[in-house]
Nanobody, 124 residues
Framework: QMQLVESGGGLVQAGGSLRLSCAASGRILSRYGMAWFRQAPGKEREFVAAINWSGGSTDYVDSAKGRFTIFRDNAKNTVYLDMDSLKPEDTAVYYC?????????????????WGQGTQVTVSS
């Protein structure tokens, strides 16, 4: 079993920045593709960003391109999501997830392990 624990969420004003962290334990992180998803109240869970096992390939939802950056430190078993120029519509619970597939996946069903989520609230 892999355990994923997110941190770094909080309340920020529009235009501000946050860094989310996802610490993994129980498995070697470098063997997994990783992603961030988010879920706003009353909405379905949405793909935000993904990174392959080596960190050499990434993908983002269109609304996050140019504002968010996903990266990983396999030595620390941690994945990060830097979020800049935050908007009120970014408000959601952000989840970290791990996939056993070698190529980037954007569908939530392809992810085997999930964290408990961290709340991000962006005020206008």
């Amino acid at each position: 079993q892999m355990q994923l624990v997110e941190s770094g969420g909080g309340l920020v004003q529009a235009g501000g920045s946050l860094r989310l962290s996802c610490a993994a334990s129980g498995r070697i992180l470098s063997r997994y593709g990783m992603a961030w998803f988010r879920q706003a109240p009353g909405k379905e869970r949405e793909f935000v960003a993904a990174i392959n096992w080596s960190g050499g390939s990434t993908d983002y939802v269109d609304s996050a391109k140019g504002r968010f950056t996903i990266f990983r430190d396999n030595a620390k078993n941690t994945v990060y999501l830097d979020m800049d120029s935050l908007k009120p519509e970014d408000t959601a619970v952000y989840y970290c997830a791990a996939s056993e597939y070698s190529i980037i996946q954007i569908a939530s069903m392809m992810y085997k392990y999930w964290g408990q989520g961290t709340q991000v609230t962006v005020s206008s």
